[in-house]
């Protein structure tokens, strides 16, 4: 079974930064994606960034040049740095994660709980 446990939401003011960590444990063959999608009260869960082993990476375009996404294999672990956060960025973020629980095994998606981050005025 796979976990996925994310940390580092919070309260901040527009124009601070906060740094988000996502920990993958359990039965892990693989992981090939791995990021963080968020929710906003009343919004459909949207795609933030994403990045895969290979180092590859996706921002969405409302927070791309603010947002860095990083990864560490070793660790199974992925990080979002948020800079310049805006009101708009308030929601309900959640890691994501595609694995591998044995070589002959389908990627299925995993989720964490997720971690609020609030952005005041």
């Known amino acids: 079974q796979v976990q996925l446990v994310e940390s580092g939401g919070g309260l901040v003011q527009a124009g601070g930064s906060l740094r988000l960590s996502c920990a993958a444990s359990?039965?892990?063959?693989?992981?090939?994606?791995m990021g963080w999608y968020r929710q906003a009260p009343g919004k459909q869960r949207e795609l933030v960034a994403i990045?895969?082993?290979?180092?590859?990476?996706n921002y969405a375009d409302s927070v791309k040049g603010r947002f860095t996404i990083s990864r560490d294999n070793a660790k199974n672990t992925v990080y979002l740095q948020m800079n310049s956060l805006k009101p708009e960025d308030t929601a309900v973020y959640y890691c994501?994660?595609?694995?591998?629980?044995?070589?002959?095994?389908?990627?299925?998606?995993?989720w964490g709980q997720g971690t609020q981050v609030t952005v005041s005025s």
């Open positions: 990045t895969t082993s290979g180092g590859r990476t």
């Open positions: 994501n994660a595609d694995v591998r629980t044995a070589r002959e095994y389908s990627l299925l998606t995993y």
């Open positions: 359990g039965i892990i063959f693989s992981i090939n994606g």
